[in-house]
């Protein structure tokens, strides 16, 4: 059964973390239109290497941390204490949960302005106005002019 949860959990986070990055990608290009980009998804992907380069040594050091977490009722061997070896989180996964749930925290409470998305939607409102077929315009008469008689 554990290692049905484990096939489960990591069928379960590619569903979600794989599209994480081309999501990121639009969402730069977005609040930083009209840069190129290129030059934006380049850096994005740049910074992000980055982040990993500094993030190893830190999780390295955590690994060396264990923390015990409490068992799930009902999932102790029978005469279990209640807490198994296995029942603990080392630190680097500690981190990765603890920045996953911050990077989730900001982007579900982001509301930037979305440039790209603001000049797409004023584009198509000019070319609708201007596709649009043109109202016949009916003659009004003019202030002072002759009325025609009405025939009875």
């Not at 059964?1 to 794989?18: H, K």
């Not at 043109?134 to 025609?148: I, L, M, N």
């Amino acid at each position: 059964a554990p290692l049905l949860l484990v096939v489960a959990a990591l069928l379960a986070v590619g569903a979600f973390a794989g599209p994480v990055q081309p999501i990121n990608a639009e969402l730069a290009v977005e609040v930083t239109y009209p840069a190129d980009e290129n030059a934006i998804e380049a850096t994005q992907q740049l910074c992000g290497n980055l982040f990993s380069a500094l993030l190893l040594p830190i999780c390295e050091y955590a690994a060396h941390y264990e923390f015990a977490v409490p068992a799930i009722p009902g999932t102790s061997p029978p005469g279990g204490k209640g807490l198994l070896a296995t029942d603990s989180i080392q630190g680097d996964t500690l981190v990765l949960l603890v920045l996953i749930a911050a990077v989730g925290l900001y982007f579900s409470t982001f509301s930037g302005r979305l440039r790209r998305t603001e000049i797409d939607n004023e584009k198509c409102a000019v070319e609708e106005e201007d596709t649009a077929p043109k109202a016949t315009k009916q003659a009004r008469p003019q202030p002072g002019a002759a009325k025609e008689p009405v025939a009875a």
